[in-house]
């Protein structure tokens, strides 16, 4: 069983939808939680950061965590054709980290 | 700040020639990732460094060698190249904690390296 498991898509829904973007983990001791945005030919770039379990909200984009179900959530309100892009999960047990795992993302594509 | 940059952006090769792709930082980061991206795979880590000097292996270092002689800079070799290293290589950079400001740190990421094997 991978470390991080995320379901590659494409994810394709009409401009306006909410999206739901999920990752399961099985390492129970990570506990800081991201998510990067790679628009197509780009570097992955962060968008956004929790730290174990809650919510975090920044504008159209709300970040979930739930430690007990090891699952992570992004979702995307009214959702723009400029989020079409690839998010991927990223996560680290350890605040002094070395290394993140990753999740091999999915691709979103919002339609106008 | 250019941020993170690689060189080159696009390179093709073939099977046993060697070539080093190089990543620069300007951000004084101590810690530098390499990365390869391939279709259904994501991200996997090769090899990183924590600092001027040092590296570890990290998921994927069958095949590649780096070297940190400057805290700017890391660069990814390969001595012989294969076909199955075709893919699109990624550097990262982030900075280390500094006291206890903050729980994450970010790794910013290069533009990539585009690397075909025939």
């Known amino acids: 069983q991978k470390e991080v498991e995320q379901d590659p898509g494409p994810l394709s829904v009409p401009e306006g939808a909410i999206v739901s973007l999920n990752c399961t983990y099985s390492n129970s001791a990570f506990q800081y939680f991201m998510w990067y945005r790679q628009y197509s030919r780009k570097g992955p770039e962060l968008l956004m950061y929790?730290?174990?379990?809650g919510n975090k909200e920044d504008g159209r984009f709300t970040a979930q965590v739930d430690k007990s179900s090891k699952y992570i959530s992004l979702f995307i309100r009214d959702s723009q054709p400029s989020d079409s892009a690839t998010y991927l999960c990223a996560m680290s047990a350890e605040r002094g980290y070395s290394t993140l795992t990753f999740g091999k993302g999915t691709m979103l594509l919002v339609s106008p | 700040n250019a941020g993170v940059t690689q060189t080159p952006k696009f390179r093709v090769l073939k099977t046993g020639q060697s070539m080093t792709l190089l990543c620069a930082q300007d951000m004084n980061h101590e810690y530098m990732y390499w990365y390869r991206q391939d279709p259904g795979m994501g991200l996997r880590l090769i090899h990183y460094?924590?600092?001027?000097?040092?590296?570890a292996k990290g998921e994927v270092p069958d095949g590649y060698n780096v070297s940190r002689l400057k805290k700017q800079n890391f660069l990814l070799g390969l001595e012989s190249a294969a076909p199955s290293q075709t893919s699109v290589y990624f550097c990262a950079s982030t900075q280390t904690l500094a006291g206890g400001i903050g729980p994450y740190n970010e790794q910013f990421f290069g533009p990539g390296t585009r690397l075909t094997v025939l």
């Open positions: 929790t730290y174990s379990s």
């Open positions: 460094s924590v600092g001027e000097g040092t590296t």
